[in-house]
């Protein structure tokens, strides 16, 4: 099961959406870093993943030892990049065979990769997952 919800906005990093890239599994994936002020509200983010974790896990997953939520300081884990300053991110990703949808604000398809690249202010819609 997932639970899917509407980010707020972020500046999109390490953006590899229009084509598959290897990951450090060896697996091609698409993926996006999401950067996050930290004064952006990101409580139902939060709570998307909670649920996520609840699902697979049950109410133990706050017990278990070195469970990882994706959310993570930007300037603790990438100090020395100026985008993540003053910043949470988390990482998303999809198989190589689960192109993302990518649309306008008036949810029209872009298919000129000139439109969206890390740099971007975006918006997604993200499917959490508990996972072990």
Same mark, same amino acid.
């Given at each position: 099961m997932s639970v899917k919800m509407l980010t707020p906005t972020f500046l999109a990093s390490y953006?590899?959406?229009?084509?598959?890239?290897?990951?450090? @599994?060896?697996?091609m994936k698409?993926?996006?870093?999401?950067?996050?002020?930290? @004064?952006?509200?990101i409580s139902g983010l939060r709570k998307a993943a909670e649920t996520a974790a609840e699902q697979v896990f049950g109410?133990?997953?706050k017990t278990i030892k070195n469970f990882s939520m994706p959310f993570r300081d930007g300037d603790e884990?990438?100090?020395d990049d100026a985008h993540y300053?003053?910043?949470?991110?988390?990482n998303a990703s999809a198989a190589a065979n689960r192109q993302p949808g990518?649309? @306008?604000?008036k949810r029209q398809p872009l298919? @000129?990769?000139?439109?969206?690249?890390?740099?971007?202010?975006?918006r997604a819609q993200v499917n959490f997952f508990g996972f072990g």
């Open positions: 953006c590899n959406i229009w084509e598959p890239r290897e990951a450090p @599994d060896g697996k698409y993926s996006c870093s999401m950067v996050f002020s930290k @004064d952006a509200d109410k133990k997953w884990e990438r100090g300053e003053n910043a949470i991110f988390m990518i649309v @306008d604000q298919f @000129d990769q000139d439109d969206v690249y890390s740099g971007c202010i975006c």
